[in-house]
């Protein structure tokens, strides 16, 4: 039986609480925040869970093996050393860490230590997720062109960070999974309008080798939510629109290379939607975020690599970083592997 | 009655010559192009139709008091300059030229020849961007932050042109149509996937003063049709949807302000998709086509600067020019009117 | 070359004329109408059409060879009698008549003058409903069980006939050439709230052999326009929801017979919307009014039964009969084959 | 505080308990149970509660105050009729009872014992009712004519039960609350295809008083879920889908009245999907279980009747009734008043 430590019970700490509990190998004795209220209600609600302000002393508690770390960005490098050195496995909420070397230290922290380092990249253990990567790994979408991104919807406003560190992320974890590999280039526009210095919208592209590109798009002050990544193939192209509750994933069997090639089919999509099926596959069902506490504490139980390891976690940051400055800088092109500053 | 000739008959012009001949004071005398085929259909269909594949022939005719220019958009300007130096009225497909230069040129003639030149932006005749300008002048948006577009789907392919001045002219005539003003500045970025030097994918972002700022997607390469633009304002919000059957338009009646100010919207934002209510107004039934085509028959019978005039049109292939010159650049920010090349 | 006269100039004649006049084998020598302004309209963009407000001209006129009629449904008998008679092939708008009697006379004559009798049964021309009978054709569906359809708007009252003579014959065209059977019974409920006598709401059930049953909602009062149909068998299940712009079909690759048998599935149910793939089949690109157009000239030419000819709109006439007579009598189950009065 | 008991631990129970327990005047004390398994995973997940396979002992607790029944539908009766008489308050879930001389029983024990007897209709504390309620009951639509809805989706078939208990209830609740009144008549037709006797597709009419008239589809068999309930009024018309995420309630601004009055708005349907305005106004946001929860601890408190009260529950369960027996007797007519088998 695995004991787990929740830091931080705002609006994601009590989801992990309930996931770790239904996972038989696993159980919550803690959970650590200095908001006294929400520790009376999860106290209420958990029985047996130990609720404390003094998060040392649960790195002093030697029956706690893992420690998971759901508070602000700003705090994960600090919690994450302490946890790592006191010998704990340790699962932090994305992003990573509030820069790049910040989580660089992590991942030494974590080598030093022999534990578990693991990133809440959630949508990675989304079954329509997984089911997109399947497509791309078996060939059935060719070679992959470009990936285009929205995440958009109101008002969810972070106050410490900006649209990129609080949307992004989710967006850059998928795509550097889907496509196996880092970008070249990032670059950014976008604006703060409601608080000063902290953008609320913004539009990043991400530049890989072989002309793969990728746009996202996040902002918190659009109206109407989306959330749709479209995956751009020579021989197929996939949907994925996370707000579909019956058909979350589509499959396109109509590719570039087709159309390209045949002039029948282009003069017929001059006058109709679309050619080719539609497929939309079955997905299996679960929660992601009980998928991925199971693959934190299968990682801790069988000593495996997590799949949104730290240096996962490092390249979003990084990401994160380039895409922030290139943002406060006009747009400019950041060459990740050349610029020193982000090495 | 103001006698028309139509040159080009491909995709459009016979979309053009139905909605002329609907019209009152009109009549199409004359289609010209160099597809014998073409014209025999048109002939058959409009027993009273001249077609030839001399347009020189047209220029001659004095009866003929206005041109319709459908063709390639190479061609554009010096069939305008003919036909204007030639006494005639002109209404050009949008774009309205091929460069600035050649739009200035046309502009130049039709100020010397004293007669109408207009650029067929058909969606600024479109009741649905109609009625989102009546919501930004009568100020129910509050002040613009920034507009979002998408304008992509699957294949539709040109061979002379990217997919910029293939599609982004119907996003930028809208955006300088509501917010009435010209961009400072254009970046794009994008690629050419099926042809060389052809881009079918590109994002392009205008910079307008104060903070303004407007986005546009576009793409020949999207599995699934997208039609749609949202405007981001201080007090209300507004998505036009051209692809919904029934509700084409939507206001949404919460702003930045409301939500940068209010607590309790913020918490219930966290476990709801929207506050506020949402309203779809009963829109005007007209054929945006032919309300362009009347729109300039009344501006040559009442001696009348169109809506989309010439200027409308520079303006238009200043954007697509910079923008095309940014993409290849990598990204590059484009000072429009500090850009010696543009002016 | 098929000289074809449309009789009835209003909602619909004009598509009919434009459809046979882009047919190579066909061209519309005349229009006739009471109205003389419709028929004026129609002759400036038309100008080889004769426009004539007098029939009888049109069936001495030993040049045409077929008559289409586009009139209110008490006319169909008469005049298609009159045609029949005068040596002409006749396509006669739906529903053929307003009564079963009329249109057994009307087989009859056809029949008698040796000439093509056929109903404008538009939608067994649509690409959609050809590939769900495709799909039944080949067992994909297994065993039909249910069809579910509803049709509903807001607002085209007719004054002369009700709802379900104006929408359902529709629906009943297509359930009859799915399932290639005839109903035992039919029951409707409905209500007139508009009009005295004239229902604009009503409830349709057919009942079939072996359990196989069809409902049908049609209404002038509904806000939002439905027009989807569900076809539930053993095997899979199909909707067809014609106001899908790109996916038209879907097919349901989870049947009845999986669901009664599988326990997991259905536990995966209780979590989920669906199970299996759904595929939306590529659809051909065609106005179903041009294929129906053709295949009437085609039947003339080479002397073929049309597919929807005088006797499936005499199996959908009967089931108008019924239906209204039913919800008349309050719901009553009217027996087709055992009431003396529908035989 | 309320000491609250819930027998039954199936789908519904942990849902009830999870409810009543965020309730600050309320407390489950208790759960009972046949399956063993149900009880371990409910007891690990609230240590304080205690597991029960006895009901009886529950009964000899005077610490308990209420008990809330979510059994089968087949017991609710002996349960609640022994803990009415042992003085317990009672929550049942929805349908009250399996015949209506059941629910006759249990409304006579609760008014003897002096106790709430109150029935789990949900949907009637579903924010998305309550404003369609509200229009109702503010003229906003004007005079009802009638109500269309559909329930369908694919596979919670129950062995126990037909569709129309185990769906309808939801509709008929709902129907019964906005219009305030009770129908005259019941009728139904179906047919059981995968069960023998358990009929999985049903129609049901409801005819009230002055013309109104409401319709029911439920079905277990239909490949995509429905949710959808369309109200008509002479003045406006609503529509509510409880599919939709973010726009639940439409209000359209056009009624019957205007159509049949306005020549205009007739032909300009013919071009256009809709007229009018249409509204989706913000709702509250709340768990409907959470509000009903509530309103049973505050009727226990407050000594107050329940907006859905064991007369509510009757009546819903006389609809029922006489809607399966309809259905069985080939869609005959179920006088509800007249019926002495109903009475």
């Known amino acids: 039986m695995i004991q787990v430590a929740v830091i931080g019970a705002g609006y994601w700490g009590p989801n992990l609480i309930r996931n770790f509990n239904q996972i038989p190998d696993a159980r919550v004795a803690y959970v650590c925040d200095l908001d006294a209220s929400k520790l009376t209600t999860l106290a209420a609600q958990y029985p047996t869970l130990v609720a404390t302000s003094d998060y040392v002393r649960i790195l002093d508690d030697s029956q706690v093996d893992a420690v998971v770390i759901a508070t602000p960005v700003s705090t994960h490098r600090a919690l994450a050393l302490d946890a790592l050195r006191a010998g704990k496995h340790v699962l932090v909420e994305k992003p990573l860490a509030a820069t790049a070397q910040a989580a660089r230290e992590m991942n030494a922290a974590a080598r030093a230590a022999q534990r578990v380092l693991m990133v809440g990249h959630t949508f990675i253990y989304n079954p329509a997720v997984v089911k997109v ?12 062109y470009y990936i285009d991104s929205a995440r ?29 590999r880092r970008p070249l280039r990032v670059s950014a526009r976008g604006n703060s309008y409601t608080q000063t210095d902290i953008e609320d919208v913004a539009f990043i592209t991400l530049e890989f080798a072989d002309k793969i590109m990728a746009h996202i798009h ?49 003069a017929e999509l001059r006058r109709t939607y679309r050619v080719g099926d ?20 299968d990682c801790i139980v069988e000593g495996k690599t997590p799949l949104t390891d730290g240096d996962a976690g490092l390249a979003v940051v990084r990401i994160l970083e380039a895409a922030t400055r290139s943002l406060r800088e006009g747009g400019r092109t950041i060459e990740l592997e050349k610029d020193s500053a982000l090495l």
Not at 278 to 297: G, N, Q, T, W, Y
């Open 218 to 266: 996040v902002s918190w002050m659009s109206p109407a939510k989306l959330r749709r990544t479209t995956i751009v193939g020579s021989k197929q192209m996939a949907v994925y629109d996370d707000l579909e509750v019956a058909e979350k994933v589509k499959l396109y069997d109509m590719g570039v290379e087709q159309l390209a090639l045949n002039a029948d089919t282009r």
């Open 152 to 180: 958009v919807n109101l008002g969810l406003h972070q106050f410490d960070i900006n649209v990129i560190w609080d949307l992004a992320p989710h967006d850059i974890s998928m795509i550097l999974y889907w496509l196996g």
């Open 278 to 297: 539609v497929i939309s596959p079955r997905l299996d069902v679960a929660e992601p975020l009980r998928v991925e506490c199971k693959h934190f504490i």
């Open 133 to 144: 990567k399947e497509y791309i790994e078996r060939g059935a979408l060719g070679e992959i």
